[in-house]
């Protein structure tokens, strides 16, 4: 696209048009942590950025899944900005409509609209080393040069189908859970029902009641806690929004119990495994409580420990299999055919629908990021990390892509609510652009030892984690990737990954004036 054509598309002032980068920075990805990046760089004064988002709203993942029964299942206590919490939530657990409201309120109110720019599906983005500027390539054609880049894609962002035979010869309805079609009426339908994740387990007891029938087919059962609904009342609503500090000291409680329990499970598990035991026999009377028939009371237990694999909260979930119509098939899928699944044991089970809710490709080449990168020497970010297994500095930053920087990179969740790590690692990069301002320069990047280091370190640790020191081989977790490694927790306590990002060295990175 030429200058003359942006300005006309984006109405730029003509002073613009002039300068050597289009934007300061360019932000892929208006999901909860591109518009995270986005308010904090307002907030800092470095509100000269664009943000690219391939769908026609705000929002990622709260834009994209509307499948029925989508609740946050994170207290929204947490699960929300620190400085801009929310009194009116109706439950301890909102509904995704409401996370949906939240999210459009924030991008209005912290005036992140005005830099939205929809339908930007980004192909590519390449570090033009002569110019010292980040070329970022949409689908459309549609270029953006930057001096610097923030990758805000998020990791549960490419709906994954399952591959299974005859699977294309399938002629009734098929929907993944992450594009729900609302136009499309289940009532009186059979239906196929594939995958018992953090979905699946929300979104099936909302539609067995409506179905003529509900196969479920489970290939890793997945530890479920009991789920106390706690609605929030005016009154306590009206408590949130008068007292001050009421929400603050009751989001500090909630992180405090959630972060103490999940990530110190997860993350020093060698010393706390016991705390997985006690949920795992919580959450084996649960089912022995809430299912009827033994045999499936047994098929619903899983193999392996609590924690290996994102466990999740329902108390809905396991009363659909006491029901006529829903039945729970562990046999394996073997094949789907024009009307059916079949199983390994050769059972034919027809259907009118197939509803996916097999999850997202997560680190897997092509999915963090969605889109092609190339930083110095023509070096692509799968390639680097297809020899060298997930790494960045931090999380954020990679050698080799000078004033590149990751919302969700390898090893940068510690926090049972994704808005820990919004707040970590907007902090990392915001710290990084006012320090190259500092120095009046225009290039950043880490320092290949500070980047080894880091990753050292990580390593040295993960022998604690439940993914080296638990039981986790039967659990089919996409917490670990390809290489066996499990980048997507870091193995350190949240608050301590806060500080790092408070008080990590400059001398880390290279700066210099290009
Ligand atoms: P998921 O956890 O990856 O679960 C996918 C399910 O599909 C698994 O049970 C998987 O079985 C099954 N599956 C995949 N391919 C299959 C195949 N070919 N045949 C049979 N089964 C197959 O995905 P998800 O449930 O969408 O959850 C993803 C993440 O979204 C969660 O972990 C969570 O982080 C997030 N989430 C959050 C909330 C929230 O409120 N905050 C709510 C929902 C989801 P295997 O286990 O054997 O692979």
Redesign the pocket.
Known sequence: MTEAALSHVFDYPPQRIKREVDFETVIIGAGLSGIGAAIRLIREGLGDFVILEKGIDAGGTWQDNTYPG?????PSLS?SFSFEQNPFWSSLYAPGPEMKAYVDHCVTKYGVRPHMRYNMEVADATYDEQRNVWVTRTKSGATFTSRYLVSATGF?TIP?L???EGIEKFKGKVMH??RWDHSYDLTGKRVGF???????I?AVPEIADKVKSIDV????A?WLLPKKEMPFSPRWQAAFAKVPGLQRLARLVVIFFTDIIMINLLVFNKYFGFVGKKLERICVNHIRNQVKDPATQEALIPTYDFGC??P?FTSKFYPVFNRENASLVTNP?DRITENAIVTKDGTVREIDTLIC????EVFQKGSVPTYKLVGKNGLDISDFWEENRYQAFEGSTVPNFPNFFMMFGPYSVCTASWFGMIDTQSKHLVRCLKAAKKRHANYIEIKKSANDANFQKVQSRTKLTIFKAGNCATS???YFDRHGDSPTIRPTLGFVHWLTSRFFSMNNYIFDSK
């Open positions: 989508l609740t946050v299942d994170i699960y549960l994954k399952p591959v299974i859970t992450g594939i995958g018992t994740g953090a979905t699946g929300q087919y489970q290939r890793t997945i694999k994102r999740s899928i809710a097999t999850g997202f089919n977790s996409y």
